[in-house]
């Protein structure tokens, strides 16, 4: 079993930054499959990056490509996503998730994910 809590979230001006930290116990990210997905108000839960288990590839989503960086840092067994140049359509429920029982690639889609943490709330104003 995987917790998974994440970090960081918070209120900030459009063209900030803010830096999200998701933190798991009973197993490392550095075996897993690991995503970031955000829920605005009223809509979907939407992909917004992810990175393989060997941290070898990532993939962001257009709508933060440029803008956002996923990291990780194994020995704290930590995940980080920065957050540049922030948009009033950011503003959403961000969270972290984790997929054990697939092994390759990049996931984006919120079905394959094993681990949700609670999420936690950006808010970008204008």
């Known amino acids: 079993q995987v917790q998974i809590v994440e970090s960081g979230g918070g209120l900030v001006q459009a063209g900030g930054s803010l830096r999200l930290s998701c933190a798991a116990s009973?197993?490392?990210?550095?075996?897993?499959?690991v995503g970031w997905f955000r829920q605005p108000p009223g809509k979907e839960r939407e992909f917004v990056v992810g990175?393989?288990?060997?941290?070898?590839?990532?993939y962001y989503s257009d709508s933060v490509k440029g803008r956002f960086t996923f990291s990780r840092d194994n020995a704290k067994n930590m995940v980080y996503l920065e957050m540049n140049s922030l948009k009033p359509e950011d503003t959403a429920v961000y969270y972290c998730?984790?997929?054990?029982?697939?092994?390759?690639?990049?996931?984006?889609?919120?079905?394959?994910?094993?681990?949700w943490g609670q999420g936690t709330q950006v808010t970008v104003f204008s």
């Open positions: 998730a984790a997929s054990a029982r697939l092994r390759v690639g990049v996931r984006i889609n919120a079905p394959e994910y094993d681990y």
């Open positions: 009973g197993r490392t990210f550095s075996g897993l499959i």
């Open positions: 990175i393989s288990r060997n941290g070898g590839s990532t």
